[in-house]
C-alpha cells in the first residue's frame, strides 16, 4: 500500500506561485508513475500533470510552460510548481501514483493509490 499526502495549496492572487508537495509513506515512489489532478466545482477530475519513474513528465496543454512536475526520490515526494497561476486553476489538486505500464498516464483509471487533495484558491 502507498499512502499519499498533499500539501502546500492555498490562496494565491493571479499571477502568483504555489508549489503542492506529494509525500509518499509505506512504499517508494522511485518505481511509479506520479501524476497530478485537479477538480474543480463539478463532476469531472482533470488532469494536470505526471512523472514517469525515469523522469519522463507530461502536461496537459493549458498547464504547458506554467507548471513544473518534478520528484525527489530521496524524501519520497513529487512536487508541482505552479507559476503565472489563473483563477481558472482554481481547484482541489490531488496526486496519485501506480506501478503498472503505460505512458502518459492521464486517467484517473490509471492510478491505483490517491492523495485527499489539497485546495488551490487563485483570485482575480
Known amino acids: 500500500q502507498v499512502q499519499l499526502v498533499e500539501s502546500g495549496g492555498g490562496l494565491v492572487q493571479a499571477d502568483g506561485s504555489l508549489r503542492l508537495s506529494c509525500a509518499a509513506s509505506?512504499?517508494?515512489?522511485?518505481?511509479?508513475?506520479v501524476g497530478w489532478f485537479r477538480q474543480a466545482p463539478g463532476p469531472e477530475r482533470e488532469f494536470v500533470a505526471a512523472i514517469r519513474w525515469n523522469g519522463d513528465t507530461y502536461y496537459t496543454d493549458s498547464v504547458k510552460g506554467r507548471f513544473t512536475i518534478s520528484r525527489d526520490n530521496a524524501k519520497n515526494t513529487v512536487y508541482l510548481q505552479m507559476n503565472s497561476l489563473k483563477p481558472e486553476d482554481t481547484a482541489v489538486y490531488a496526486c496519485a501514483a501506480d506501478r503498472r505500464g503505460g505512458w502518459p498516464k492521464t486517467q484517473r483509471y490509471g492510478y491505483d493509490y490517491w492523495g485527499q487533495g489539497t485546495q488551490v484558491t487563485v483570485s482575480s
Open positions: 509505506g512504499r517508494t515512489l522511485s518505481s511509479y508513475t
